[in-house]
Nanobody
Framework: EVHLVESGGGLVQPGGSLRLSCVAS????????MRWYRQAPGKGLQWVAS????????NYEDFAKGRFTISRDNAKNTLYLQLDRLNSEDTATYYC?????RGQGTQVTVSS
């Protein structure tokens, strides 16, 4: 059974940074194409970034380019999302995703 556990969210001021983590189990993580999504209050699920199995190929939604960085550590079965230069529009619950299975999410709130 696929199991994903996100962490690292919190309250941060505009311009600040956070590093999100997602620990994966129940599948061969080192072979997996992984994604991050987010969902802001009252809005639909929004793709953020993707990474291939070895981390050499990454893709970002336009709002994430230059501010967010997706990475992975296959030895630790862990996916990361570094969030920099955050603004209020980044307030959302962030989810890691494997084949449309997601964890419980981690809340990111950007506010002064």
């Amino acid at each position: 059974e696929v199991h994903l556990v996100e962490s690292g969210g919190g309250l941060v001021q505009p311009g600040g940074s956070l590093r999100l983590s997602c620990v994966a189990s129940g599948f061969i993580f080192s072979n997996a194409y992984m994604r991050w999504y987010r969902q802001a209050p009252g809005k639909g699920l929004q793709w953020v970034a993707s990474i291939n199995w070895d981390g050499r190929t990454t893709n970002y939604e336009d709002f994430a380019k230059g501010r967010f960085t997706i990475s992975r550590d296959n030895a630790k079965n862990t996916l990361y999302l570094q969030l920099d230069r955050l603004n209020s529009e980044d307030t959302a619950t962030y989810y890691c995703d494997y084949r449309e299975t997601r964890g419980q999410g981690t809340q990111v709130t950007v506010s002064s």
